[in-house]
C-alpha cells in the first residue's frame, strides 16, 4: 500500500512498488492532466512536483513517492485562482494542440518559485520542456509576464 498526498488530499493505494508515479496518478487516482509522452523522462509531458520541486514522473516510481506531497496539473491552481503560469498560459495563447503543456506549466511554476525574476539564459537552462507546437517564444513571453505578475 502506497500513502502519499496528492493536491493536499491522502491517498492510499495499492500498486506495485516500481509502478511509476505517472501511471499511479492517472489509473489509480484518476487526475489525467498529467500526460505519458516519452517514458524516458526526457520530454516533460508527465512533469509533476514532488515536496515542492519538478519531477518526470514517468521515470518516478511510486515507492520514491511515499509519504510526499504531490502536486500535479490540477492541484496548481488555489482556492478556485488560476495559478500565475496557467493565466500568463491563456494570455499569451501559448498551447497549440497542447498536449506537452501541463508538463510545462509545472517546470515553469517551480522556476518561478525558486528564481522569481528568470533571465532567459536561466529558462533556457531550466525548462528543458520538449513543446511539438513550437511555441517556445509564447512560452518565454508568458514566463516573464508570470514573473511580472
Known amino acids: 500500500m502506497a500513502r502519499f498526498t496528492i493536491n493536499g488530499k491522502a491517498i492510499n493505494i495499492d500498486v506495485d ?3 511509476p508515479l505517472l501511471w499511479a496518478i492517472r489509473e489509480n487516482v484518476g487526475l489525467t492532466g498529467t500526460k505519458y509522452g516519452c517514458g524516458i523522462a526526457q520530454c516533460g509531458a508527465c512533469t509533476v512536483h514532488v515536496d515542492g520541486v519538478a519531477t518526470r514522473s514517468c521515470a518516478f516510481p511510486v515507492s520514491a513517492a511515499v509519504g510526499k506531497k504531490i502536486t500535479t496539473i490540477e492541484g496548481l491552481a488555489e482556492n478556485g485562482a488560476l495559478h500565475k503560469v496557467q493565466k500568463a498560459w491563456i494570455e499569451h495563447d501559448v498551447p497549440q ?23 532567459d539564459a536561466d529558462i533556457n537552462r531550466e525548462i528543458t520542456n520538449i513543446c511539438r507546437c513550437g511555441t517556445f517564444q509564447q512560452v518565454r513571453a508568458a514566463i516573464h509576464a508570470a514573473a511580472n505578475a
Do not use: D, F, R, W
Not at 98 to 103: E, L, V
Open 17 to 19: 512498488p516500481s509502478t
Open 97 to 119: 494542440y497542447g498536449y506537452c503543456q501541463s508538463g510545462m506549466i509545472m517546470a515553469v511554476a517551480e522556476l518561478l518559485k525558486n528564481k522569481p525574476k528568470p533571465t
